[in-house]
């Protein structure tokens, strides 16, 4: 299977749309929104967040399989840093390193824009999660208790960050 990734723009937001509420209704307890709230929106909404923030899909003969996001700080003591989002990708492309390749089109296009830490929250039981943002070279560095309440439950957040102008394990920056 041949995978290309890009950044994604307004006129992919109603793949993107599609690829997120897959996302929110498969595995609600690894996103900060919900379905619910996401079902609603029209497609401008998304076409919004695609001109506002900083994502890239991977597409699998021209279907969008795969996407993640970043947004960074605004204040002027806090620029350096960005978080990352909306990472999902599609079960038949999972474990073939696609996730890791967004990963690193987002620490590229980040370190273009002098950002030299990137964050993350991960549920602290999402052991495959964590798995593939470590390879990715995140540690990390707390615990968010009951960060999030889904299905009757409270899911703790594991902080994860991600030093860009440190090279991962067997790199160079």
């Given at each position: 299977m041949?995978?290309?990734?890009?950044r994604l723009n307004a006129s992919d937001a109603a793949s993107f749309r599609a690829v997120r509420l897959e996302a929110f209704?498969?595995?609600p307890e690894?996103?900060?929104s919900s379905y619910d709230e996401?079902?609603?929106k029209p497609v401008s909404h998304f076409e919004e967040w695609l001109t506002d923030m900083v994502a890239y899909g991977a597409f699998s003969e021209d279907q969008l399989v795969a996407i993640g996001a970043y947004f960074r700080?605004?204040?002027?003591?806090m620029r350096h840093r960005a978080y990352v989002i909306s990472m999902y990708c599609a079960p038949k492309v999972r474990g073939q390193g696609v996730g890791r390749q967004i990963i690193e089109h987002l620490a590229d296009h980040a370190r273009s824009k002098k950002i030299i830490q990137l964050h993350l929250g991960v549920g602290?039981?999402?052991s495959a999660a964590k798995k593939s943002y470590e390879k990715a070279g995140f540690r990390t560095y707390g615990i968010e208790p009951r960060s999030l309440f889904v299905n009757e439950k409270y899911i703790d957040?594991?902080?994860?960050v991600r030093f860009l102008d440190e090279a991962p394990e067997g790199k160079t920056v």
């Open positions: 041949s995978i290309s990734i890009r209704k498969t595995h690894a996103f900060g996401l079902v609603s700080e605004r204040g002027l003591k602290a039981t999402n957040e594991e902080l994860m």
